[in-house]
C-alpha cells in the first residue's frame, strides 16, 4: 500500500479501490495488528457517532477481499477485523 499515492497493488498490480475502501484500509494498516471493531471502523472510516450501519463495514470488507483476496483482511469471530498477514 503507497499511501502518499493512494495506491494499493496485489501481487505488482494496481488495484482500484474506492475513496471509502481506501479509506478502510488505510485505517487497518494503521492499526495493523490490532483488531478493529466495526463500531471503530464506523466512526474512523464513515464518521458514524455509533455502531448503527455495522453491515456496511462487512460489505466493503467483502468487496476488498473480492479485489485483493481472501487473505487481505482476517475477520477475529466476534470481535472485527484486521489486517491480513
Known sequence: ????RGEVRSEG???HLTPTELALMLDLAIHAGR???RAQLLND???YPDDSG????DSHV??????LGDDAIRTVHGLGYELGD
Not at 54 to 57: C, E, G, H, I, N
Not at 62 to 67: N, Q
Open 1 to 4: 500500500m503507497d499511501v502518499a
Open 45 to 47: 472510516v464513515w464518521g
Open 54 to 57: 455495522a453491515r456496511t463495514v
Open 35 to 37: 483488531t478493529r471493531t
Open 13 to 15: 498490480v494496481k488495484v
Open 62 to 67: 467483502r468487496a476488498l477481499r473480492r479485489k
